[in-house]
């Protein structure tokens, strides 16, 4: 069974950066999939944030992270980070890991089928 436990979340001031982490476990398809970071804010619906292809050579970015975000993999440890700097209160949100059902990233919601159970990121101004 796949598992995806996020890390890293917690209050951190408006203009301050933050790096969450995503641990997968009992996957042996680990290195063959796409992954992603999507948000949920408070009374918003779930958004796609960063996707990283299944080699990390193909990284893609919300508009509203783009420039100030980076998605990463390491492969041989099971992990994707996502490291977000300039925080604003907007990026305020339930942060969520995902897996793939391919090995390029897209932005549809139903495109991925495992979920980590989340981590709570509060931007205070």
């Known amino acids: 069974q796949v598992q995806l436990v996020e890390s890293g979340g917690g209050l951190v001031q408006a203009g301050g950066s933050m790096r969450l982490s995503c641990v997968v476990s009992g996957t042996m398809d680990w290195g063959l999939m796409a992954m992603a970071w999507f948000r949920r804010a408070p009374g918003k619906e779930r958004e796609f944030v960063a996707g990283?292809?299944?080699?990390?050579?193909?990284?893609v970015y919300a508009d509203s992270v783009n420039g100030r975000s980076t998605v990463s993999r390491d492969n041989p440890k099971k992990t994707v980070d996502l490291q977000l700097s300039s925080l604003k209160s907007e990026d305020t949100a339930t942060y969520y890991c995902?897996?793939?059902?391919?090995?390029?990233?897209?932005?549809?919601?139903?495109?991925?089928?495992?979920w980590g159970q989340g981590t709570q990121v509060t931007v205070s101004s």
């Open positions: 990283i292809s299944w080699n990390g050579g193909n990284t």
């Open positions: 995902t897996r793939a059902r391919g090995n390029e990233p897209q932005l549809a919601t139903n495109y991925y089928d495992v």
